[in-house]
């Protein structure tokens, strides 16, 4: 019997769906359909219009394929406004979860007529293999965790254009009414939150529990806001306090000068909150990720020209612990920057990088390393913000920090050259004309220990000279101190095969540590150290590659 009656069903979708075709609905236009609405009504549980809508979708998604409301007007021969006063059938079946929408990302998703729709594939299923409606079961929302995941889920959404903002707001407000009953949200609703104020705390919950130290805001807000002159009144109240979310501190906003650049990160109060209500967060620095602490900085004998050593035993000075705090009082009451910038700047291979190490190992500050080709970000206006970013982060730790850290820019090449002032310049150029200037602004207001590494100090911008502090130029060993450190990394060769290599190849230390671990392999293959001869193979090997390089990239 069940069989024949969905037998029917199917004969009945199909005859309102052809039936349909070209009429508008009027009762005289649908009279000879009425029978069927009737069937799939009944099988439905629905109104009589909602069965038909029903067959309108449940016929395109037989097919694969979604249908809108403009799609819909074309096939009923009727006006867009007819089917849009008609839209409350449309969500008590979406409600019912007979059917499933989402934004069309080709065109505004906050446009109904956009909206696309497609009938629930489990209901499909049942009216093919001639079953009784399945009942669409709801997810259950049973813990306070499961209810950020639906509501940071409800955001994704909106971001990827899978509702409109209108949606978004109707079914937000359903889920904080539903939510009430969990302690959390109870007590949200005794801080006065708007609607925006929880979405942006759940986003910023659940991204930290995702491993994330801060949210930047613009990302959120974007979402939130369609206007930008909204979403900057927003960042505006964040930024000065006037956010519930700050004055009740369940938000901490570090450090940033700019209202785009706003970075969000959960409160100790809101930890605590969190933890009595069953679910524990560990809010880490949002430095650690690029953290190099001195304990794991192996010593390491560096050699140095006279000149050098005397810059970098100044340096060695001045950050120790005792000098730098003296220092800084004494900056302090001269009304002049707390800091301390210093280049490294030289050929490859002269020690810049590894030196940075060491004062870090030898005064027990942690550094936080920046590779700067990593914020080359290929798209506009990211690189931007990465610099920012890592200022801000900077200050962030310095002030829970032990000791000052040291930020450290390793091969600043790219953005300490001369800035490009003429008109015309290339996209790229700009962009990087851009960080320059706001690299040059940060380090106008820094306060820590700031070292960058360059090899190309001839083309380094008058701007940038005026604001490092210590400029330490690194240049090729002499002789002499090449010799020591062939006999460091060599033990095994003579004082006078030593001095033979330092005098015949002009190589970095850098170069002949490459050599020296050559020499560790050959060791580990064949059991024996090398003689001279096969030492001075490769170091015509190190030079000839170096000069392949050099010709290569122009030098």
Known sequence: ????????????????????????????????????????????????????????????????????????????????????????????????????????????????????????????????????????????????LEAFGEIYSLNEKLDDSKITRGDFHDTMQK???????????????????????????????????????????????????????????????????????????????????????????????????????????????????????????????????????????AVKSIIKESNYSSMLDRLRSKNLPLSVNILLHGAPGTGKTESVLQLARESGREIMKVEISQTKSMWFGESEKIIKKVFTDYAAYAESAEKAPILFFNEADAILGRRNEFAGASNVRQTENTIQNIL????????????ATTNLASNLDAAFERRFLFKVEFQQPSVEIRSFIWKDKLPFISQQDAFKLASQYELSGGQIENIARKCEIEFVLYGENLGIDKLEQFCNDERMSTEKERSRIGF
């Open 1 to 144: 019997m069940k069989a024949k009656q969905n037998l029917a069903l199917i004969d009945a979708i199909d005859q309102v769906y052809n039936g349909s075709d070209g009429k508008e609905l009027s009762k005289k236009n649908i009279s000879s359909i009425r029978p069927s609405l009737r069937i799939i009504a009944k099988y439905l549980g629905v109104s009589h219009e909602q069965a038909l809508l029903f067959s309108l979708i449940v016929m395109e998604s037989y097919k694969g394929d979604t249908i809108n409301l403009k799609e819909m007007c074309r096939h009923l021969n009727v006006n867009t406004s007819e089917l849009i006063k008609r839209f409350e059938s449309f969500v008590k079946l979406e409600q019912k979860g007979l059917i499933q929408s989402s934004a069309n990302r080709h065109e505004s998703s906050e446009i109904v007529t956009n909206k696309e729709y497609i009938a629930n594939f489990d209901v499909i299923n049942a009216i093919i293999q001639h079953e009784p409606c399945p009942k669409i079961k709801k997810q259950n929302i049973e813990t306070l």
């Open 175 to 313: 889920l904080i009414d539903d939510f009430k009953r969990f302690h959390f949200f109870k007590e949200l609703q005794s801080y006065g939150f708007n609607l925006q104020d929880v979405s942006i705390l759940t986003y910023v919950i659940w991204k930290t529990l995702s491993g994330h130290e801060t949210v930047d805001i613009e990302v959120i807000l974007k979402n939130l806001y369609p206007s930008p002159s909204v979403r900057m009144k927003y960042a505006q109240e964040l930024k000065n306090n006037q956010s519930n979310l700050v004055k009740h501190d369940f938000v901490e906003i570090t450090p940033s000068r700019f209202l785009n650049d706003i970075t969000l990160r959960v409160s100790t109060k809101l930890i605590n909150q969190l933890s009595d209500n069953g679910i524990h967060l560990d809010r880490k620095n949002p430095s650690k990720a690029n953290l190099i602490l001195p304990g794991d900085v192996g010593e390491k004998v560096l050699y140095y020209n006279p000149s050098e050593l005397n810059q970098i035993s």
């Open 440 to 451: 040059l602004e940060e380090l106008e207001n820094f306060k820590g220990i700031f070292i």
